[in-house]
C-alpha cells in the first residue's frame, strides 16, 4: 500500500449476503471513506439476508440497495486486506496481500434477534481492523 492510496479491503462469505454485507457497510460507515471496500461471494444470493438489512438499519445504516457480487481474482489483486467470513471460502491467494478469516456465525435463514450478535460481533472487529488500517485515527 503506498503513502498515497487509500487501504483496501475484500470481504468475502459464499453468498455475499449477510455478514461480508454488514462488514462492508460498517467499514465504509465508519472509515468515513478513508478505506477503499469491497465484497463478494463465490455462489452469490439473489439478495442481501432481509434481516441483516433490518439490523442494520436499527442503527443507521442502509443496506437495502446492495446486491451479492461474484468474487472475481481482479477484487482480490485490487485488495490490500482480504477477510474470509468463517465460511471456509476458497480465495485465490497473492503474495503481498493480508489474508484473515473472521469465524462468525451465518446469519442465512435466521431472524432478527440472531442477526443482531453477529452485526454487533462485526461491528467490534470492524473498529479492531480501523484502528490497524488507520492508526493516525485512533
Not at 5 to 26: D, E, I, T, W, Y
Not at 80 to 95: E, L, R, S, Y
Not at 99 to 107: S, T
Request: with cysteine.
Amino acid at each position: 500500500m503506498s503513502e498515497t492510496s487509500k487501504p483496501s479491503v475484500l470481504f468475502v462469505c459464499v453468498h455475499n449476503a449477510g455478514r461480508s454485507q454488514m462488514a462492508a457497510a460498517f467499514l465504509n460507515h465508519l472509515s468515513e471513506g478513508q478505506v477503499e471496500v469491497r465484497s463478494a461471494g463465490s455462489a452469490p444470493a439473489d439478495a442481501v439476508n432481509p434481516a441483516a438489512v433490518q439490523a442494520m438499519a436499527e442503527i443507521g445504516i442502509d443496506l437495502s440497495a446492495e446486491t451479492p457480487k461474484v468474487l472475481t481474482v481482479e477484487a482480490v489483486q485490487a485488495s490490500d486486506v482480504v477477510i474470509t467470513m468463517g465460511c471456509g471460502d476458497t480465495c485465490p491467494v497473492f503474495p503481498g496481500k493480508k489474508y484473515l478469516d473472521w469465524k462468525l456465525e451465518d446469519p442465512a435463514g435466521q431472524g432478527l434477534d440472531a442477526v443482531r450478535p453477529i452485526r454487533d460481533q462485526i461491528e467490534q472487529r470492524i473498529r479492531g481492523l480501523l484502528a490497524e488500517l488507520l492508526p493516525e485515527r485512533t
